[in-house]
């Protein structure tokens, strides 16, 4: 058979190659009938009409014809990745969830990173929220975590979900935008829904346009219940921080990145893993009971409102790593099945509404994407445990019960599957006696209190970049009314911030937006340094980061050769580019290949920036506006250069200041003398390991 399928049961390796290849490579249909010619339909003659019998032509064509299934109506944009979840240590006293069963314990993994709004071809580096879902494969059946890159949410109850989404989607007359947020119709719901705010700090927010999949914190947004083998419970949330801290791009960079690489965040992952840097994440636990929740000034069930670390630090309990990518995007990455509603014995919910909706949601939505009660009999959703029960048949069944029993309590199949008992899900005996209303807790209408504290706790260029982000999406919006109303509302979260967004709109700072509580509760900490991007700076190293090496005809091929060695041994990426590939014509007749060109490589697709020394080479690259271009990108963005010898004078050709407004050198542009090559490359990697240079970035402003 052609159509093979491969197990994606192992957590760790690609599956093995079959003993005998050539066994597989006969073409055949899906009834395993050979195909002798797979390149001329069946004719009446060599110039007569296509015959209806040719059940090969139609079968291929048929199939083909429904390749496409409908695509998720909010995440559709996606990339995922098998691992496993390592558990640090057994936690009895708090859950007796099959993953933190013992120290050590390895759960296999699947997770997908997505965008919320765009289509499945949108581009990767939109403004967006990122959904963070892992499911995970446990000895109890799966477990799926459903969160985002953002610890809060829009909306506080499920009801509002399809408003939110209708909202912020492609507007329905024309279709456009495509994966933005910056139109009419989503700021309209926006401003006329004060509870979004806390939410769009965060996306308007560098956490809006990560650098990386594998450099953002994930979060499972809701409160939910870890229960022990004794029913104990406590009320949790759920964190993953990146190994390699968190970073982002620089907004403009995103918008050229749309068009110069639009699975840039895919191709990132992919090349990482199939490198062999296998991305990994430390999950964390915010543990709190009943009678601390009831203490807070926010509510626990409210998704609008995180937990601040100083208040309930975030205990690490283990590590997720992944190391291999899907053998076929579709079969798992499209295929894969996340829902809120998969928990398993010891993780329980809470009441928070929004969470509610989701336990019904993501089933449903599966039945008609995926087409059919049985998406979990595909490989990619399918348990690792053995699945017994008496429910039956529905479409593409792929299971083959064998007996007359489909019903329990049996005799006729000596009662068997039984019922698990004590040992099965049971769920949390919370009490509930109230009336049935429909409404919201008083806390719930503290819109503005969290929207400051985050404010509060950014850095300066921090908070410079999520004015702009207002700035830029309010800008586009053709009602002023909408502008006007949302201004007003920022007003509450920081005057600084509405007035700096009012100026940029060019209009008056309004009244501030009249509050639904007035009197909120004193927040506990009016400040959270856990908030900003810039709490998780990662290691400082720079694997897997791509380095730009600008060359042409007639420079100095030693020191871009030393370099580039010095590069390959910190595991970052060397590129080097020229006007056209393949060899370059060095001055001392070193070996360099160009593997880049000016025309295929855009500067934001590089982390960092080498320029080449050599007379007649500098002379060239002086000629080419593509230089100018990257070192102006670079620069801009806040990159580290390194200019070898002579290349210094294309800084100069470029305005380039190498001071910083106080008159210290800039730490991230680094000369170097053809003698201290070595000594400056150790220096630029170093520098490169701070991502980027926040004092040139605030000095641009
Ligand atoms: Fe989702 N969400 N969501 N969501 N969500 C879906 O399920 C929904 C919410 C999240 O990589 C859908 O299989 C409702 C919060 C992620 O496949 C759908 C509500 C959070 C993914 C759905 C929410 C999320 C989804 C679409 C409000 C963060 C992608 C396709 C009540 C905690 C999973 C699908 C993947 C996907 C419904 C709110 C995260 C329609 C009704 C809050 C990461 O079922």
Redesign the pocket.
Known sequence: MTNTTKSSASPSRKPEATADPAAHTVLVTNQGVPIGDNQNSLKAGLRGPVLLEDFILREKITHFDHERIPE?????R?S?AHGYFEAYKALPDLTRAAPFREAGKITPVFA???T?AGERGSADTARD?????VKFYTDEGNWDL???NIPV?F?Q??MK??DLIHAVKPEPHHGMPQAASAHDTFWDFASLSPETTHTLMWVMSDRGIPRSLRMMQG????TFRLVNALGKSHFVKFHWKPLLGTHALVWDEAVVLAGADSDFHRRDLWEAIEAGEFPEWELGLQVFTEAQAEAFSFDVLD?TKLIPEELVPVTPVGRMVLNRNPDNFFAETEQ?????AHVIPGIDFSNDP?????I???I???IS?LGGVNFHELPINAPKVPIHNNQRDGLHRMAVPTGRVAYEPNSLGGGCPFQAGAAGFASFPQAVQDDKVRGKPEKFSDHYSQATLFWDSQTPLEQAHIAAGFRFELSKLTVPAIQERMVASLVNVSRDLAGTVAQGLGMKLPAALARALPRAPKPEVAHSPALSLTALPGDGGIRTRKVAILVADGVLGTSVATVVQALKAADAVPCIIAKRLGEVATSDDTALQATGTYENSSPALFDALVLADGETGVAAMSQTQAVQDFIHSHHNHGKTLLVLGLAEVLLEQAGIRMFLPGGAPDPGVILSAPHSVAQETANFIHAMGKHRHTERLLALL
């Open positions: 998720r109506i909010v995440h559709a996606g995922a997908r990173f997505s919320v929220v990122r959904g963070f879902a459903v969160g985002n949410f909306i109850d499920a979900f399809p979060f499972g947004v809701h998704a894969v099945a996340f829902c809120a929004l969470l509610a909706g989701r019904h949601s993501y449903d939505t599966q994407r």
